[in-house]
């Protein structure tokens, strides 16, 4: 009883202590929760990261070991593509080769005489030699002659000259310009003045007189006034008679569209494929004795005479091209099996982060 009594006494207290007690566990639980939210965020943060990082490990190798069988596809199909290309060039080389020497010893042999070609050629040359042996002669006549016809126009030049200057003729008293008493001997010109007669000075023309033969109407009509005289130049801005003559008489200048044939494009056409067949050694390739090239039509190029034609668009790059060899065929078969590691996904981790 003693102890019962003991207690009641003490019941306000314990009330106290639980209620204070109480209140700060309330308090801290936030901040307990907050901090256990943020250990399960950063740990879960942890447990993802490391789970992308095996996926993106695994995604690199497959993609690592599939772009490394791709490439090496690819490149074997080069090799074979380009080995075939120079095969093919090697044997259209040899056939054009064969046919040089075939075309040559044939052309040599049938076609033109080697011996009756040179016999030509050194007629040719002699006859040269001797045409050109004379166009030199005849260049020689013709550079004499303009040196004579110079030679000439300035001797007639500096007579000329000289008649125009007998003036400056040396006297007995004075000499002349062209007789300088400090020289040894005189001047080209004094010499000349001395040869020479000079110009005679011819005065103008008098007009002449004559009798005034038409009526004086002047009493008759004494209100009339008179007409501006006649000259010879007509008067104002007008143009040669020269210019306008040409002007009159000038070519036709047609449009290109005139000028031009109607048939231009089919002429420039065929002349193409005339060209191309001179210059063409071989009309068709040579393809060898090989399954490679058997369903394969050749692709002719531009403008040419031969008889194969291009194959028609959208039947050479596409898998549309022979359906019938994909019959029956199995799908296409991937090299690495399916990865079930998304399946795996939200389920329980060790502590390294890795899947157990």
Not at 141 to 148: F, K, T
Request: net charge positive; proline share 5%.
């Amino acid at each position: 009883m003693a102890r019962l009594e003991k207690l009641y006494k003490q019941v306000d207290n314990i009330k106290e202590q639980y209620f204070i007690r109480n209140r700060i566990a309330q308090e801290n639980r936030e901040k307990e929760n907050e901090a256990a939210v943020r250990i399960q965020s950063w740990f879960r943060g942890c447990q993802v990261r490391e789970f992308l990082s095996h996926l993106h490990k695994n995604a690199t190798l497959i993609q690592k070991i599939w772009r490394g069988f791709t490439a090496r596809a690819l490149f074997r199909q080069r090799v074979k593509t380009a080995y075939f290309i120079m095969k093919m060039n090697f044997y259209n080389k040899m056939a054009v080769k064969i046919q040089q020497r075939w075309r040559g010893y044939y052309v040599r042999k049938y076609v033109h005489n080697y011996y009756a070609r040179k016999r030509y050629l050194e007629g040719l040359t002699r006859k040269n030699e001797h045409i050109r042996r004379d166009l030199e002669e005849f260049a020689e006549l013709q550079r004499r002659e303009r040196e004579r016809i110079t030679l000439e126009k300035e001797e007639k030049e500096k007579s000329i000259q000289a008649q125009r200057l007998h003036f400056l003729l040396s006297t007995k008293q004075c000499p002349g310009v062209f007789n300088s008493p400090f020289r040894a001997e005189p001047d080209e010109m004094e010499l000349r003045l001395k040869k020479v007669k000079p110009l005679l000075v011819r005065s103008a023309p008098k007009e002449r007189k004559t009798p005034n033969i038409t009526p004086d109407l002047s009493n008759l009509m004494p209100n009339r006034e008179r007409l501006p005289p006649i000259h010879k130049k007509p008067q104002g801005p007008f143009r040669p008679a020269l210019e306008v003559q040409q002007q009159r008489h000038r070519p036709l200048e047609p449009s290109l569209r005139v000028a031009t044939s109607i048939t231009a494009l089919e002429e420039a056409r065929e002349e193409l494929k005339r060209q191309e067949w001179r210059t063409c050694v071989i009309d068709q390739t040579f393809l060898p004795f090989s399954n490679t090239s058997q369903n394969k039509r050749y692709e002719s190029m531009m403008r040419t005479s031969t008889p194969f034609e291009e194959v028609a668009y959208g039947t050479k790059h596409f898998r549309e091209e022979h359906k019938e060899y994909l019959k029956g065929k199995k799908p296409f078969k991937t090299v690495f099996t399916t990865c079930h590691v998304f399946d795996k996904f939200g389920r329980l981790y060790s502590n390294a982060g890795n899947i157990v």
